[in-house]
């Protein structure tokens, strides 16, 4: 079994990854030109992040994690929130839960808890495919909510080996939040243990959309582990810099 420190590494380096791909620097076809600096400014907000999070005192976590609920990186900011919480990523549902009761925009939360959540159930070594929105919809959080919805339709599409397309009229830069984690969920569950495949579908399903690739790219790294993430694609981090610092 993958160590775990190995499936937190796997993590974040599946997130720069996601951030690079959608750059189109590690198409398959071509060789990325380690000569040339290449720069993640999302990936270095989430090191910012957790930075913070590190330095917030432990009775201020809370308000810190409820101030992104007008961010539009909440969703990325939940991947170091969820492992610098005192309570760990229970409690930091248990944060977002009741964030959600109190919240005029309850879908971004229950979308929220859904991605904690995953994040949880991708750390089971007995974690299957098939058993997580099952057990996702039991969750009190998602009654009565758009999120909910949607993972009852993506369970459809996964369970009939069908595509789900969380709103045919829009572009994938209109979708809502909670049709973003559809998507997201459903190339997750489609290829669970595929990291170079589950990426390149979801950057064909979701052109233009690094913060999705970057959430897929840690979900399946965390589940997968670092081994299991493509050599050729950890080569080109050999010239990240992070705004001209070279790391």
């Known amino acids: 079994m993958e160590p775990l420190h190995l499936k937190l590494q796997g993590l974040w380096v599946g997130a720069a990854l996601g951030e690079l791909y959608s750059t189109g620097l590690l198409n ?10 290449l720069t993640l400014p999302k990936t270095r907000e989430l090191c910012e992040t957790a930075t913070r999070c590190l330095n917030a005192p432990a009775d201020n976590l809370e308000t810190l994690i409820l101030g992104y609920e007008r961010s539009p990186n909440l969703l990325l900011a939940l991947l170091p929130l969820a492992f610098l919480h005192r309570a760990g990523i229970q409690g930091l549902n248990a944060t977002l839960a009741s964030g959600l009761v109190h919240s005029d925009e309850p879908d971004k939360f229950a979308s929220a808890i859904a991605v904690t959540q995953a994040l949880s159930w991708f750390l089971n070594p007995a974690w299957s495919p098939q058993g997580f929105i099952p057990a996702l919809l039991k969750t009190p959080a998602f009654h009565n909510t758009l999120t909910a919805a949607t993972l009852e339709n993506i369970q459809t599409s996964l369970t009939r080996y069908e595509c789900f397309q969380s709103d045919p009229a829009q572009d994938s830069s209109q979708w809502t939040l ?3 984690i559809g998507q997201m969920l459903y190339v997750l569950l489609s290829t669970p243990n595929e990291f170079r495949l ?3 579908r ?3 399903l979701m052109p233009q959309q690094p913060e999705l690739l970057m959430l897929i790219g840690a979900l399946s790294g965390l589940h997968n582990g670092l081994r299991s993430l493509p050599l050729s694609w950890r080569l080109a981090f050999r010239t990240i810099r992070w705004d001209g610092v070279n790391s």
């Open 198 to 200: 589950t990426l390149q």
């Open 202 to 204: 979801a950057a064909l």
């Open 178 to 180: 909670d049709g973003m």
């Open 28 to 37: 398959e076809n071509r060789s990325p030109d380690l000569s040339v600096s």
